[in-house]
T-cell receptor, first 112, second 111 residues
Framework: EPEVTQTPSHQVTQMGQEVILRCVPISNHLYFYWYRQILGQKVEFLVSFYNNEISEKSEIFDDQFSVERPDGSNFTLKIRSTKLEDSAMYFC??????????FGEGSRLTVL | GESVGLHLPTLSVQEGDNSIINCAYSNSASDYFIWYKQESGKGPQFIIDIRSNMDKRQGQRVTVLLNKTVKHLSLQIAATQPGDSAVYFCAENDGNNRLAFGKGNQVVVIP
């Protein structure tokens, strides 16, 4: 069964460092998303991406964050200068159309 | 440990019994709703969805009920199994291509 894959599964970084989280969405999907989940809290929307541009973003997705689809398969989330409060699980998701989202297993980011 | 900060409503259910998980959503403009299951350390897994033009939808062992009048969504799991132990989230889509997740309900199945 096709699935969304994410790397790394866990990243530990120092505050102020840049981090890139990578995702390979399901191959025929056209919509891509990043969500995050702070430990013990609900899943929060960050950004959606369609047709090589951001279609929607939340108030969490400030100038420190950026997304990119550098080639036909990868979808990346970059955090330019990490803060302690960026520590969370980051989930990538994709969908064929606006509808059912398929989530990856997540990348755990720990900022020290 | 992993449980620090975790204050989810918890439903404990005997194996074989039925489970009902409830969710109140906030946006009356939402037209699409999904239930997700999240096991520890994993990503949300799709269970079942329902559109706002329906009030009930059934899947394999699961039923979702939608009451738009009171903005309430429920998930019924028949004959609950140990593998159903997880956190369950409802999510709503208001048509802007983003999902808003609820706070989650922990289901613990007692063998």
């Amino acid at each position: 069964e096709p699935e969304v894959t994410q790397t790394p599964s866990h990243q530990v970084t120092q505050m102020g460092q840049e981090v890139i989280l990578r995702c390979v969405p399901i191959s025929n999907h056209l919509y891509f998303y990043w969500y995050r989940q702070i430990l013990g809290q609900k899943v929060e929307f960050l950004v959606s991406f369609y047709n090589n541009e951001i279609s929607e973003k939340s108030e969490i997705f400030d100038d420190q964050f950026s997304v990119e689809r550098p080639d036909g398969s990868n979808f990346t989330l970059k955090i330019r200068s990490t803060k302690l409060e960026d520590s969370a699980m980051y989930f990538c998701a994709s969908s064929e159309a606006a509808g059912e989202l398929f989530f990856g297993e997540g990348s755990r980011l720990t900022v020290l | 440990g992993e449980s620090v900060g975790l204050h989810l409503p918890t439903l404990s259910v005997q194996e074989g019994d039925n489970s009902i998980i409830n969710c109140a959503y906030s946006n009356s403009a939402s037209d699409y709703f999904i239930w997700y299951k999240q096991e520890s350390g994993k990503g949300p897994q799709f269970i079942i969805d329902i559109r706002s033009n329906m009030d009930k939808r059934q899947g394999q062992r699961v039923t979702v009920l939608l009451n738009k009048t009171v903005k309430h969504l429920s998930l019924q799991i028949a004959a609950t199994q140990p593998g159903d132990s997880a956190v369950y989230f409802c999510a709503e889509n208001d048509g802007n291509n983003r999902l808003a997740f609820g706070k989650g309900n922990q289901v613990v199945v007692i063998p």
